[in-house]
């Protein structure tokens, strides 16, 4: 029983050292990571190390007189170092609720409890009461070793009551992971007391570390993806308004040399002008698909501005028969916009743009084609709203696809892949 027990307690250190190493590495190149969880798991991971290590050697140098020594030292590090688990735990717990930890009681309350636990660790270096090696290296418990037992628990009661208090302030993987990382040391330590001899509390120590590494990068993972969407969504929303400007003052100089002429022209240009500018705000604070017919009447009170200022020189082609979709807001409009800014040539008569819907089996197709300039493969402009930018929306919003190519004949055709939807 004693050679297998040891064999067991040789495994976990084995076991707890390599998987512990394994964390600190996936910490140290893992990109979502925040700097602060990066330095937290860094640091927690080296004192697990550190700990597990001593378990190693504790167990590789077995008892003897010999060792004697050794393992007293190998005992208070490996005991001194899992002891700084909690209140490491105890910092970043308040990191993630946004508290000071210089002003915060919990922080006091651990660091003292911590601090007593250390001073009893150090008396136990000089006295028998607690625990203690007898001259042949055997490892004996003193008659106030529950006294050693007392700060650690304290420590874990401290650390779960003040996680309950902030469950609100946490998402639920950071909630679930700090809490699998109290509750598992603590059933360990239970069943180290019972089964005297196994090392329970590391192997749970180590089995929570891991379990909550997983929980708080599946959390920075979604965070991560989440910051990158709002960072496409805002950078969209700024290209769509700084396009506007000079688009307004071409549209309004237009107008007013329009209105000059032909009143009743100029107050409909007018109408399709205000019907644009509506559309624009409204659906760029927007972040659900919309119905096909609300950017299609978008789109043609654009078009009918564009056609008044280039009287003659734009023709519009709508073969649109499959309307019964939806849509990321600011989808179509943009894209005819491209088309009519990059495909007008002073040198070419007119500019014909035809825009096209039909049902396709996986979901429905939209295409935009013009007759004007040749083809330019870049998704992005230095002006407007960038192509790519279309499809990083189309792809979040509706896992929709975004296709250019060159319109034979000259021009070019883009090509919008609206997947089906079940609650269309």
């Known amino acids: 029983m004693g050679n297998g027990l040891h064999l067991i307690n040789l495994s976990i250190g084995i076991s707890g050292l390599t998987m512990t190493a394994l964390g600190l590495l996936v ?4 990109r979502p ?11 927690f991971f080296s004192i697990l190390i550190v700990y597990t290590a001593t378990i190693l050697i504790t167990q590789v140098l077995g008892s003897g007189a010999e060792t004697r020594l050794a393992q007293k030292a190998s005992l208070f590090v490996e005991s001194l170092s899992s002891s700084m688990l909690m209140p490491t735990l105890t910092v970043y717990l308040l990191h993630l609720c946004g508290e000071d930890r210089r002003r915060s009681r919990l922080a006091r309350v651990t660091v003292g409890i911590w601090l007593t636990y250390a001073v009893l660790l150090i008396y136990t270096q000089f006295s028998e009461t607690i625990y203690y090696y007898d001259p042949s290296g055997v490892y004996h418990r003193g008659p106030l070793y529950p006294l050693l037992l007392v700060p650690p628990v304290l420590i874990m009661a401290v650390n779960l009551a003040g996680l309950w208090r902030r469950r609100v302030w946490l998402t639920r993987k950071q909630h679930t992971a700090l809490l699998v990382y109290l509750l598992v040391p603590a059933a360990g330590m239970l069943v180290q007391m019972f089964f005297y001899g196994l090392l329970a509390i590391a192997l749970g120590t180590v089995a929570a570390a891991l379990v909550m590494l997983v ?5 920075q993972q979604e965070q991560f993806v989440r910051q990158v969407e709002e960072n496409a969504q805002k950078e969209f929303d700024i290209r769509i308004l700084q396009m506007r400007p000079h688009f307004i003052y071409n549209a309004l100089t237009s107008i007013y040399y329009i209105t000059e002429a032909d009143p009743e022209k100029g107050l409909g240009v007018l109408r399709d002008f205000t019907t644009y500018l509506r559309r624009v705000f409204d659906n760029v604070i927007r972040q659900e698909p919309i119905p096909f017919e609300e950017e299609l009447e978008h789109t043609r ?9 280039f009287e003659g020189q734009l023709e519009v082609v709508l073969d649109t028969p499959h309307t019964g979709f939806r849509l990321p807001p600011l989808t179509l409009q943009p894209i005819v916009e491209n088309a009519v800014k990059h495909g007008m040539d002073p040198e070419t008569e007119l500019l014909t743009v035809v825009i096209r819907t039909r049902a396709a089996e996986d979901g429905s197709e939209i295409t935009v084609e013009n007759d004007g300039a040749d083809f330019t493969p870049p998704l992005e402009g230095e ?12 792809r979040r919003m509706c896992g929709g696809k975004l296709k250019i190519a060159p319109r034979d004949g000259g021009g070019t055709v883009v ?6 939807n079940p609650a269309e």
Not at 301 to 309: C, D, G, K, M, T
């Open 27 to 30: 910490t140290a190149f893992y």
């Open 301 to 309: 009170a654009y078009l009918s501005v564009e056609q008044a200022r």
């Open 383 to 394: 002006e407007g709203v960038g192509l790519g930018s279309i499809e990083a929306r189309l």
């Open 415 to 420: 090509t919008v892949t609206i997947p089906l």
């Open 215 to 219: 929980f708080l990068l599946s959390d």
């Open 33 to 43: 990571l925040d700097r602060a969880t990066r330095r937290y798991f860094a640091w």
